[in-house]
C-alpha cells in the first residue's frame, strides 16, 4: 500500500509541476538572463516593454510597421506580415498571419516569433492574447509625421538598428525641411486644398489627420480644416468652399476609361464644374496608401502636394491633372468599402 501511494503522490507532483509550468510560459513576461542584451522601450501605448537580445524573428501586425522595418534593413529577419501589407513589393513573398484587424493568432504562434510589432486596429483582445502567451509586444500608433519619426526611433532601439535609424531620420528630416524652405514665406496666400477620399458621398480630410498635416506643411490651408477628422459633407457644402486644389485618393477603382473613380466623377458631375480647382485642373489623384499611412513614405506624399502647390519651386515639371495620373485599381467599391476606408484611416496605418 504504501509504494502505491508513494506512486501516486509523486505523479501528482509531477502533473502540478506540469501545470505551473504551462501557467508560467503564458503569463510570465520576459526575464533578462545573466550577460545578456537587452533594451527597455515605451512604445505607443505608453507600455515599458523589455526586449531580450536583438530579435531574429519579427512579425509586423500593420502595414505601416511593415514599412519602417523594411527601410531599418530588417527584411530577412521579418518572418510574417499581414494580409494588408503590400508595401515594398518584397512583402509579396512573406507568410501572412490573417488580415490588419482581423489577426489570425494561430498563425502568430506558429512564427514563434521573438517580437512582434502590433497596432491598436489589431485589437485589444489580439493584443492582450499575444502578451498572454509571453510574446514580446511594441505598439506603434503614428498620428503625425514628428510621430513617424518617432517610431522609426523606437523600432530601431528595439530591433538594434538604432544607427540605420539615425539615418533614416536625419535623411527624412532633411527632406521635410527643404519642402518648409520651399514654401517658406508663401503661408499667407496658401491655396486651399480639399483632400477627396471618397465620393459618394463625398467624404473630405479635416483637421487632425495626417493629409491635413500634409497640406499644411507643403504651403496649403485645408478647405475643410473646421471639420474633425474624416467628414462627410453634402455637394452643396463642397461647392461653397470651392476649394483652390482637390487632391483624390487612389484605390477607388477604376472605371472603364481607366480614370479614377473619384476623379472621373469630380471631373464629370456638372454641379461641380463652377469650382476653381476643376475650372483651372488642378485635381490630382495621390496614392491613398502613400498620404495615409505613418511610414517614411509620407515624405513622398508631403513633397508630391508641395510641388503640385508651388510648382514654381519644382525642379519637375507639375503632372497635368487630365486623370492620366492614374490610381492603381482594386475594382469598384461600395460604401460599405469606403466605410472600411476611413477605418483604416482612422487607425492612421
Known amino acids: ?41 515605451t512604445d505607443d501605448s505608453g507600455k515599458t516593454v523589455l526586449i531580450r537580445g536583438e530579435p531574429q524573428r519579427i512579425v509586423s501586425l500593420a502595414p505601416s510597421n511593415t514599412e519602417i522595418l523594411y527601410a531599418l534593413g530588417l527584411e530577412d529577419r521579418i518572418v510574417a506580415v499581414t494580409e494588408r501589407c503590400d508595401y515594398p513589393p518584397a512583402t509579396a513573398d512573406k507568410p501572412k498571419v490573417g488580415g490588419f484587424s482581423t489577426v489570425n493568432i494561430e498563425k502568430v504562434i506558429a512564427m514563434e516569433p521573438d517580437l512582434v510589432f502590433a497596432a491598436p486596429a489589431n485589437t ?48 527624412l528630416g532633411a527632406r521635410i525641411e527643404a519642402v518648409a524652405g520651399k514654401v517658406d514665406g508663401r ?57 483652390d486644389y482637390i487632391l483624390v485618393s487612389s484605390g477607388s477603382g477604376m472605371d472603364r476609361d ?18 476653381d480647382a476643376v475650372k483651372n485642373d488642378r485635381i490630382y489623384v495621390i496614392d491613398a496608401d502613400v498620404v495615409s499611412r505613418g511610414s517614411p513614405r509620407i515624405v513622398d506624399a508631403l513633397e508630391e502636394v508641395a510641388d503640385y502647390l508651388h510648382p514654381e519651386t519644382s525642379g519637375t515639371a507639375t503632372p497635368e491633372a487630365t486623370g492620366a495620373v492614374q490610381s492603381p ?20 496605418k
Do not use: C
Request: hydrophobic share 45%; no cysteine.
Open 1 to 41: 500500500m504504501q509504494p502505491t501511494r508513494l506512486i501516486l503522490t509523486a505523479a501528482s507532483l509531477v502533473v502540478l509541476l506540469l501545470i505551473a509550468g504551462m501557467a508560467g510560459a503564458t503569463t510570465v513576461p520576459p526575464v533578462a538572463a545573466d550577460g545578456e542584451k537587452t533594451v527597455t522601450v
Open 124 to 171: 485589444d483582445e489580439v493584443i492582450d492574447r499575444l502578451r498572454s502567451l509571453g510574446m514580446t509586444v511594441v505598439i506603434l500608433d503614428t498620428q503625425t509625421i514628428d510621430g513617424v519619426l518617432h517610431d522609426i526611433e523606437l523600432a530601431g532601439r528595439a530591433t538594434g538598428q538604432e544607427e540605420e535609424a539615425s539615418t533614416l531620420i536625419e535623411g
Open 258 to 275: 481607366g480614370y479614377d473613380a473619384i476623379y472621373n466623377y469630380i471631373v464629370s458631375e456638372p454641379r461641380l464644374q463652377r469650382l
Open 329 to 348: 485599381g482594386f475594382g469598384a467599391i461600395t460604401l460599405t468599402g469606403a466605410l472600411f476606408i476611413v477605418f483604416l484611416l482612422r487607425t492612421k
Open 187 to 243: 503661408q499667407a496666400g496658401s491655396p486651399s486644398v480639399a483632400h477627396v477620399i471618397w465620393h459618394d458621398p463625398l467624404w473630405v480630410s479635416g483637421k487632425g489627420t495626417f493629409q491635413d498635416e500634409v497640406i499644411t506643411l507643403a504651403g496649403g490651408t485645408n478647405a475643410f480644416g473646421a471639420f474633425d477628422d474624416w467628414s462627410i459633407v453634402s455637394l452643396e457644402e463642397f461647392i461653397t468652399v470651392n476649394p
